[in-house]
């Protein structure tokens, strides 16, 4: 049987009355922004939408109702399944991994790269990691737009050398909206795996080396493994962010690239807009986010017991 765990003396009850009320201010902020709009954004998705805008106070499920399913113009025909909605959500989740899987692939690399570098270089190299997040996300994503557009220096470039007789219709496809995405939010990746590669114990490869291992089973068997933790914070820190991004598929994007963060905000402009189904489709991308984190944690604490 496992003895009476250590007793806790005078010092640290007193260290612990102390650091309560310093948590106080923190948990006010939590509430306040976190807590409390997640709280009226679920009540909102149980009201009736008002005619000429708004919301009535009357509760009802027909905002989660009008997501999943049709029952025509009229609403008197038998359900059917509303495919619209569950499509952008494909879309949008498709977009978000394929973002995440670019990211990994050309993170990874570069994190490496910089966390081999000597330590007074490796400021540097995190300097010009982070330098594009000095400037605000909507000037950085029409940037973006005007470099790729079909008068925009990129086709320029490319006419002037002979590799295209005409413009490549880039603005307004599937690949602006990957290319918005992945520019995004590449730093999300880099740096928590730069964090983990930067822990890393090198003599494990130089072990594995003297064991003639391949450079590949090395990086598979041990390098890998070891980075794990980091793999994984930057392939959240990427896909949650992209899974409900409005910016790239609205200035890049066009009615076929239509997202999830697109669909909630259309929904709240405008005196038309339709709040309690804005609200329902934000409660249902949270709820399938939450679903995700919630067995990815389960999944490491079984595997740290």
Do not use: H
Not at 22 to 38: A, E, Y
Not at 40 to 53: C, D, I, N, P, Q
Not at 260 to 281: C, M, R, T, Y
């Amino acid at each position: 049987m496992a003895g009476p765990g250590p007793s806790r003396g005078p010092a640290d009850a007193a260290y612990a009355g102390l650091v309560r009320p310093l948590l106080l201010p923190t948990w006010v902020v939590i509430g306040i922004l976190m807590v409390v709009p997640v709280a009226l954004m679920a009540v909102y998705s149980f009201l009736t939408k008002e005619f000429r805008g708004g919301v009535e106070w009357d509760f009802t499920l027909a905002a989660y109702d009008q997501f999943f399913v049709t029952r025509g113009l009229f609403g008197d025909e038998p359900a059917q399944i509303e495919w619209t909605y569950i499509t952008i959500f494909a879309r949008s989740i498709w977009q978000a991994a394929l973002a995440t899987g670019l990211c990994l692939l050309i993170g990874f690399p570069t994190a490496w790269f910089i966390a081999t570098r000597p330590a007074r270089t490796r400021g540097v190299w995190l300097f010009l990691i982070t330098i594009p997040y000095w400037v605000n996300l909507l000037i950085r994503t029409v940037s973006l737009k005007f470099l790729i557009r079909e008068t925009g220096p990129l086709n320029e470039s490319l006419m002037a050398i002979g590799l295209i007789d005409s413009p490549l219709p880039l603005v307004n496809t599937n690949l602006a909206v990957q290319l918005g995405l992945f520019y995004s939010y590449l730093p999300f990746m880099v740096l928590p795996i730069y964090a983990a590669v930067e822990r890393y114990n090198f003599a494990l490869s130089e072990a594995a080396a003297d064991l003639y291992a391949s450079r590949w089973a090395t990086l598979r068997e041990i390098v890998l493994p070891v980075v794990r933790p980091g793999i994984v914070a930057g392939m959240i820190l990427v896909f949650v962010p992209s899974l409900g991004a409005f910016l790239a598929p609205d200035l890049l994007g066009g009615a076929k690239t239509f997202m999830i963060g697109s669909l909630i905000d259309e929904q709240f402009k405008g005196s038309q807009g339709n709040w309690p189904f804005g609200a329902a489709v934000s409660m249902i991308l949270m709820s399938m986010v939450m679903v995700v984190l919630l067995a990815y944690a389960r999944a490491q604490g079984r595997a740290g017991r």
